[in-house]
């Protein structure tokens, strides 16, 4: 059974950081896309970043680059987003997905793993 669990959101000043983190279970995280979505009260959901698992590229929001990290720990089944320079309109929830169909990531894919969401809230 696939599942994915976030947890490491909070709240933050504007400028501050957060790392969240996602534990995945129930499949080999190194054959799968993985991705971090996010989404606002009344917006729709957004996508962050993902990474491929093919090579392991990235891939980033213009809203988010330069300011947010994704990552991985094969060995811990663990994935991360390693978020700096934090925003008021970074508030979100947060959610990681995977996608088990294909080998490059993209943001507009289908993915059919996902976590149930940590919020993160940036004000001061």
């Known amino acids: 059974q696939v599942q994915l669990v976030e947890s490491g959101g909070g709240l933050v000043q504007p400028g501050g950081s957060l790392r969240l983190s996602c534990a995945a279970s129930?499949?080999?995280?190194?054959?799968?896309?993985i991705a971090w979505f996010r989404q606002a009260p009344g917006k729709e959901r957004e996508g962050v970043s993902c990474?491929?698992?093919?090579?392991?590229?990235?891939y980033y929001a213009d809203s988010v680059k330069g300011r947010f990290t994704i990552s991985k720990d094969n060995s811990k089944s663990r994935v991360y987003l390693q978020m700096n320079n934090l925003k008021p309109e970074d508030t979100a929830a947060y959610y990681c997905?995977?996608?088990?169909?294909?080998?490059?990531?993209?943001?507009?894919?289908?993915?059919?793993?996902w976590g149930q969401g940590t919020q993160v809230t940036v004000s001061s």
């Open positions: 990474m491929s698992s093919s090579d392991g590229s990235t």
């Open positions: 997905a995977a996608d088990p169909y294909s080998v490059v990531c993209a943001l507009d894919h289908r993915y059919d793993y």
């Open positions: 129930g499949f080999t995280l190194d054959y799968y896309v």
